[in-house]
């Protein structure tokens, strides 16, 4: 099966830095404007997924999930999560690390697009 969602192993240092100082958290990525292009990282008891939210997968422990209206766009492609110096100048976990996180895209083969996971919709918890 091909999966959805990967990371850098950058990301999974910053995963697993800021799961030991907040303890679970999760990913999110709307689509919307301005904060919601990029990954917002939160505690996880601060989320509840919304009936239209799509659960890509698990990285390092963190649910990353992805709005439906985004996921449509992006359903074709395989999604990357990566942690790079800088700042998300949001309201993200990373803010103040030194690190952000992004996203990164590449569109699947044929031949992946035919064993690709499926996803799950999970709505509210």
């Known amino acids: 099966m091909t999966e959805r969602l990967s990371a ?31 990954p917002m990282c939160m505690p996880a008891s601060e989320f509840k997924p919304s009936p ?7 990285l390092a422990g963190a649910v990353f999930y992805m709005g439906d209206s985004h996921f449509s766009f992006m359903q074709n492609t395989h999604t990357i999560l990566d942690a790079v110096s800088g700042s998300s100048g949001s309201f993200s976990l ?5 690190k952000a996180f992004i996203t990164r895209g590449r569109v699947y083969t044929d031949k992946e697009l035919a064993t690709l996971t499926a996803v799950e919709r999970v709505g509210y918890v």
């Not at 999110?28 to 919601?36: A, I, T, V």
């Not at 990373?94 to 030194?98: A, F, K, N, R």
């Open 8 to 38: 850098t192993p950058s990301a999974i240092d910053l995963i697993e830095q800021l799961t030991r100082q907040y303890g679970a958290i999760v990913f999110l990525q709307s689509g919307g404007c301005c904060e919601g292009s990029g």
């Open 52 to 58: 239209s939210d799509v659960k890509l997968g698990v």
């Open 94 to 98: 990373d803010c103040g690390t030194g």
